[in-house]
């Protein structure tokens, strides 16, 4: 089985401030990871993915992220904010073998940036 | 990134007729796409599972007599809410995967039933 936690289902910040955006998840084998954006009413694009190579991956954006698999984390950071990130962002897992190609999402952090 | 694309993008029907939202994978093949739903302030919630030339894979608690899943090329999926009923009303999301797990979205569909 697969599963993911965001810790904060919301995060306010301020412009040009660092945003870290926390993510647990739980799968039986080696799983894939995403972070997902969406903005209001559409549909999700694709910030960044792990997929067993590098543990520290970079996204668009100035989104980073880093797979530390001792503590089944998945934390999205970027140094600093921009009135644009404000949206809702979702970690996600992808394990093959656990589920196919199912996706499970986590419950999503809405990010607020104050000016 | 590819690009996945629905329409409607917006559809506000009576209660008791059908919608049909259409999915489209533009720039590759997708032999498996997804449908989720999902409700304001909420997470994505995953319906279903739609292959192509064969039935789809229903997640537990979803109609498939209600929400019957249409998966004719490898780049048309179809959603079709039948008899929808105000309950119905959410935002529709699809996705195609492509080869190496990741999927690609596409921009949602909000249906309202009055």
């Known amino acids: 089985a697969q599963s993911v936690t965001q810790l904060d289902s919301h995060v306010s910040v301020s412009e040009g401030t660092p945003v870290l955006l926390r993510c647990n998840y739980s799968?039986?084998?080696?799983?894939?990871l995403f972070w997902y954006v969406q903005h209001p009413n559409k549909g999700l694009q694709l910030l960044l993915k792990y997929t067993s190579a590098a543990t520290l991956v970079k996204g668009i954006n100035g989104f980073e992220a880093e797979f530390k698999k001792s503590e089944t984390s998945f934390h999205l950071t970027k140094p600093s904010a921009h009135m644009s990130d404000a949206a809702e962002y979702f970690c996600?897992?992808?394990?093959?073998?656990?589920?196919?190609?199912?996706?499970?999402f986590g419950g999503g952090t809405r990010v607020l940036v104050k000016p | 990134g590819a690009v996945v694309s629905q329409h409607p993008s917006r559809v506000i029907c009576k209660s008791g007729t059908s919608v049909k939202i259409e999915c489209r994978s533009l720039d590759f093949q997708a032999t498996t796409m997804f449908w989720y739903r999902q409700f304001p302030k909420q997470s994505l919630m995953l319906m279903a599972t739609?292959?192509?030339?064969?039935?789809?894979?229903?997640e537990q608690g979803v109609e498939k007599d209600k929400f019957l899943i249409n998966h004719a090329s490898l780049t048309l999926s179809t959603l079709t809410v039948t008899s929808a009923h105000p309950e119905d009303s959410s935002f529709y999301i699809c996705?195609?995967?492509?080869?190496?797990?990741?999927?690609?979205f596409g921009p949602g569909t909000r249906l309202l039933v009055l």
């Open positions: 799968s039986s084998y080696s799983p894939s």
């Open positions: 996600v897992v992808s394990d093959v073998r656990a589920a196919g190609n199912k996706l499970t």
């Open positions: 996705s195609a995967g492509r080869t190496g797990g990741t999927q690609y």
């Open positions: 739609s292959n192509e030339g064969s039935k789809a894979t229903y």
